[in-house]
């Protein structure tokens, strides 16, 4: 099982909707939990990003959106060598 790694803002994003719109946020752990047993499960894998010609990116951005009160929120996602890492939580702006 791989380990999730998330970004220091995509985790305080986090925090502040467990405060704020706990629905969403329980919504978002569940698929957090989701990317952590399985990557390839289409829940996660809702939409993919190219990340252009970054050295730093290797392979797709994948991502998913999670409805929130009156923000939809989206969850991007890389796997990397040591385990997925959570690069982006916030407004969904796609």
Do not use: C
């Not at 790694?5 to 957090?32: C, G, M, P, Q, S």
């Not at 990340?51 to 409805?67: D, L």
Request: net charge negative; glycine share 8%.
């Amino acid at each position: 099982m791989p380990r999730v790694f998330i970004y220091a803002v995509a985790d305080e994003r986090l925090t502040d909707l467990h405060k704020n719109e706990r629905v969403a946020a329980e919504r978002i752990e569940a698929l957090l939990d989701v990317l952590e047993e399985d990557p390839g499960d289409p829940r996660v894998r809702r939409r993919s990003v190219r990340a252009g010609a970054s050295q730093q990116v290797q392979g797709p951005v994948w991502g998913f959106t999670v409805r929130g009160r009156d923000t939809d929120y989206l969850v991007l996602w890389l796997a990397a060598s040591d385990g997925i890492e959570v690069r982006y939580l916030g407004a969904d702006v796609f």
